[in-house]
């Protein structure tokens, strides 16, 4: 999910909400181009992959790096993860270690439980993609 837009020139896509049901394994691919022009027949777009693994004392997100034209993804993008599931016993980044809880703030890595009942984790930034595991 993204912020409403009227046109994809408006504003950076610097912030992509994933909203995950999790369930046994799950994958998704995000296509992106430059939504402008035709330089999409030439190979000018990306793909991210999203995976989810849900196991019963686990919950694992992985979040790939774009895999083709890199001008067309937004620098210094961030991901939030909004999962529905009960809240987990810990929240954690490869790399990163463990996530505090925190307040409903996506500027900083963390976690916290918003007002519709979802656990969402804002994952550190990160230029080779991202692995979110949710401890249950």
Not at 34 to 61: I, K, P, Q
Not at 66 to 76: L, R
């Amino acid at each position: 999910m993204a912020p409403v837009m009227q046109h994809t020139g408006e504003r950076p896509l610097d912030l992509l909400t994933l909203l995950i049901y999790p369930e046994g394994s799950s994958r998704f691919e995000l296509y992106e181009d430059d939504g402008r022009s035709n330089a999409y027949r030439r190979g000018a777009h990306a793909l991210t992959r999203f995976e989810c693994e849900a196991e019963a004392r686990r919950v694992t997100v992985r979040i790939g790096e774009p895999a083709g034209d890199h001008s067309v993804v937004s620098a210094g993008r961030r991901y939030l993860v909004r999962l529905r599931m009960d809240a987990p016993q810990s929240v954690g980044a490869e790399g990163h270690g463990a996530l505090a809880r925190s307040g409903e703030e996506a500027s900083a890595p963390g976690w916290w439980i918003d007002a519709a009942g979802f656990v969402v984790v804002s994952v550190p930034e990160s230029s080779g993609g991202a692995v979110v595991i949710l401890t249950r």
